[in-house]
């Protein structure tokens, strides 16, 4: 299995809502990362995860909270989001923080109306 | 962090070569050079990773100059089916303290008929 799966496909929110983006990898990798990507931009790192820790913040504002509950899922959570939030957001797995090989899953389109 | 500049787009048609060149002026030692492949709604998919000289698997080459300054991703033969976003990035893999993987702007291929 060399996918990551992310869910849901897409999510519409309001700024006022609460709601989670899931990714899950069985690759047994052990780094985990969260980009976000705008239209006809290139992705933007969030974060990275390492063995289950965060590893790099890349200031990304607190109404995004990730969370790496065991080595095969990474969530993010959202809340209070802005209407300039709404992007794809990619999960991606490697084998090690380090890796230049990142696997990413399809996105998460997120519109926050 | 390096940075990579590239072209903003190129044409070509199918059955041609192409190259794509990436210029990264301020690349540092410990520095690899990564380039990834990403089609409209879906996460950006490894192409191939080098550090110096020639690197060749099934689907491109990297040619890497001694100076490793810039790179050159070439595509033999495309197809209809290779018109995506093409992405250079640089760095330093080898670390497990650092990982951070940052795309640049990318370059747009269009292959016609």
């Known amino acids: 299995d060399t996918e990551v799966t992310q869910t849901p496909k897409h999510l519409v929110m309001g700024m006022t809502n609460k709601k989670s983006l899931k990714c899950e990898q069985h690759?047994?990798?052990?780094?985990m990362y969260w980009y976000k990507q705008k239209a006809k931009k290139p992705p933007e790192l969030m974060f990275v995860y390492s063995y289950e820790k965060l590893s790099i913040n890349e200031s990304v504002p607190s109404r995004f909270s990730p969370e790496c509950p065991n080595s095969s899922l990474l969530n993010l959570h959202l809340h209070a989001l802005q209407p300039e939030d709404s992007a794809l957001y990619l999960c991606a797995s490697s084998p090690y923080q380090g890796s230049g090989e990142l696997f990413f899953g399809e996105g998460s389109r997120l519109t926050v109306l | 962090l390096a940075k990579t500049t590239q072209p903003i787009s190129m044409d070509s048609y199918e059955g041609q070569e192409v190259n794509i060149t990436c210029s990264h002026n301020?690349?540092?030692?410990?520095?690899?050079i990564t380039w990834y492949q990403q089609f409209p709604s879906q996460g950006p998919r490894f192409i191939i990773q080098?550090?110096?000289t020639k690197v060749t698997n099934e689907v491109a080459s990297l040619f890497i100059p001694a100076d490793r300054k810039s790179s050159t991703l070439s595509l033999p033969r495309v197809s209809l089916s290779d018109t995506a976003v093409y992405y250079c990035l640089v760095g330093d893999i080898g670390s497990s303290n650092t990982g951070k993987l940052i795309f640049g702007q990318g370059t747009t291929l269009q292959v016609k008929p």
């Open positions: 690759m047994g990798h052990r780094a």
């Open positions: 301020n690349i540092a030692t410990n520095d690899y």
């Open positions: 080098g550090y110096k």
